[in-house]
């Protein structure tokens, strides 16, 4: 599979073997020296509070995935910044967010927790395996999210369009190809699927939420993994009406090729 430049050091990311897919131009992968267009001033820079009782379980599902580490790690080798941005695991209740006042990206415990029990109470039967596995893909998938917000705050990329629906396909490009079932952003995809209130229940206000609906950023990333490689991800086809199905490849070739070409100039040798 192709991959972005920012992804040629996928192997640093101890996520499960990250990588691109091949749903966008052929052209070779970006091998520009960030050095000739884009000094390299920071990091993300990773720190960790010890868990409080309540999230000892948490903290150990980040400790042994290291999928928090992994993605920093592996951003900081692929990509320039211009300065250094915080990556805070807290005890507080707060986030994921990131701050661009204070360049801090947050992620409490209480959410991986969250995650984990959005999937426990989707399917009680579960095993340990398969629950840790789903939740530590969803945590990738939501720090690549924030890590998006910090890469257009701090390289001050346009973006057309809502921000949170384009850091959204950042992430989703970044993870289609993860795994042969795509299990981080399908994985994702589900999670947000469940959080999906009932529309009866929806109020005038939910509409003005800078976020899609839980359920339209499911169905978002379900297409464009499906327009990443129709074969691989052919079984998504009965669930993707035919009028949105046949416009998945042009979707992912789309946001694949956008953030492909705002990330070039940046992209570490």
Request: glycine share 8%; proline share 5%.
């Amino acid at each position: 599979m192709r991959a972005l430049g920012l992804l040629a050091t996928c192997g640093a990311l101890l996520v499960a073997g990250c990588g691109g897919g091949d749903g966008g131009s052929k052209k070779k992968p970006a091998t520009t020296a960030a050095s000739e267009t884009a000094p390299d001033r920071g990091d993300f820079k990773l720190t960790s509070q010890p868990p409080s009782a309540d999230n000892k379980d948490a903290a150990a599902l980040l400790d042994a995935t290291e999928v928090v580490k992994g993605l920093v790690d592996g951003m900081n080798s692929a990509v320039a910044l211009p300065h250094n941005v915080a990556v805070r695991i807290q005890n507080a209740d707060e986030g994921p967010y990131y701050d661009p006042s204070t360049r801090t990206l947050v992620v409490g415990y209480p959410f991986v927790n969250l995650v984990a029990q959005t999937f426990n109470d989707a399917d009680p039967k579960i095993t340990d395996e398969d629950l840790a596995s789903k939740t530590s893909n969803v945590i990738a998938f939501v720090l690549l999210h924030e890590m998006g917000h910090a890469l257009v705050d701090q390289l001050e990329l346009p973006i057309t369009g809502r921000e949170e629906d384009s850091v959204d396909n950042l992430a989703t490009v970044m993870t289609a190809g993860v795994l042969e079932e795509g299990g981080i952003a399908l994985d994702s995809a589900e999670f947000f699927s469940y959080l999906q209130q009932d529309p009866r229940t929806l109020k005038a206000s939910d509409f003005w939420d800078e976020h899609s609906l839980d359920a339209q950023r499911a169905n978002t990333m379900a297409c464009l993994v499906f327009g990443s490689d129709e074969k691989q991800f052919a079984a998504l086809a009965e669930y993707i009406p035919e009028d949105r199905r046949v416009r998945c490849a042009d979707e992912w070739k789309q946001a694949f090729d956008s953030w492909d070409q705002l990330l070039t100039p940046y992209i570490k040798d």
